[in-house]
């Protein structure tokens, strides 16, 4: 299959060029259009996003999300790659379950999947899955994130196991008896409303004793969703001692803070919590200086039965992988950069992995994305892909909008 995308401009560029694309790679830049012709409009043409950190709620949860609705709306943000939680009903600890959910999302034509898989059996923290099974069978990360790993032994010894293996661990590192029942971030908000508070010190303490297995075993290890100014600041001290360790920011954690809970909606319960604008501006300060490695989503949907729950009982989580270019672009563009910005969603993430960087170079994977930059459109739930049609930023202008993906050399996502 060719394809050719005209109209389109290379980041830091002004000159408006094509790119002609031929069974699954790039051919050549500016040749004379072949096969299918589309027209970019004018956007800014970068690799395709990866997302190392979302919830695609298949199997067993389809009614929040399913392969073809989450790789949808995966391909709507701009991503080409999507690495899958394993917290599932089924969990993901079955090497047969991971072959039967790449076979289904191969034929959907739309973003790529690459699952993660439990590091323990159902998740428990008790006993390592069948971790080499697992990565043959085609996982590419262990992890319990929907669960902290309460029991340091296990994780050890699941951090040996993937370093023989050659597997990055990410985790969700909370300490649960600190977190408790907390349902929002603990201080001067959470004590004026009366509910629950989740220390910083429960993300802080859990990432401190987690850089010490990571000393000892020389494995590597990634920290999921920042929230804290001291986690990441955690983070920093390990890394200036030469541990093979990284991190991850989302969005929410960035632009929306604990003063959102003030109405009682729990649209902005996520676990982490949202923090204070001291730890947003800190994050920042970490993307900036390099401190942190890349953005990912956390991209966790819930019905919205679910969601309009009291405060008390409703699920965590935010879903928003079709706005969360827009939101980075929109919000923090100016300080971060178009190259910068590109990085933490593509290289950065690629890095984590252990996966070649992404480049849009002749012979590369054709997996690409076309940006409008400039023109605002309002965030509009009822037209996403995800069967989560709410957000946090409903109605609200934003710039950065994917005009059109482009996965393994095939249209996966074009905008109207």
Known sequence: MTLTITNIKRVGSDKTESVTVENGKIKGWNLPAEGDVLDGKGGTVAPAFLEIHAHLREPG???K??????????????????????????????PALVRSLIEKANGLGLARLRPSAALTKG???????????????????????????ENARVLRLGLEYAKSLGMVVSVHAEDATLRADGVMNEGPVSEALGLPGNPAAAEAARIARDMELVAQTGARLHVQHLSTARG??????AKGRGLPVTCEVCPHHLDLTDEKLREFDAMYKVAPPLRTQADADHLLEGLLDGSVDCISTDHAPHTRAEKERDLL?????IAYIEVAFPVMWTRFGEKLGLPKLIDLMTAGPARVMGW?????????????????LNTEREVNPAEFKSKAKFTPWQGQ???GFPLLTVVDGKVAFQRA
């Open 356 to 372: 070649p960087v992404p480049t849009l170079d002749e012979g590369e994977n054709a997996d690409l994305v076309v940006l409008d």
């Open 232 to 237: 990441l600041d955690i983070v920093r001290e």
């Open 313 to 317: 009982d409703a699920p965590f989580g």
């Open 397 to 399: 202008k934003l710039r």
């Open 61 to 63: 949860q389809t009614e």
């Open 65 to 94: 999300e399913d392969l073809q609705s989450g790789l949808a709306a995966a391909a709507a943000g701009g991503y080409g790659t999507v690495v899958c939680m394993p917290n599932t009903s089924p969990v993901i600890d079955d």
């Open 123 to 149: 998740q428990k923290g008790e006993a390592l899955a069948e971790l080499t099974y697992l990565r043959d069978a085609g996982a590419v990360m262990f992890t319990d994130d929907g669960r902290t790993n």
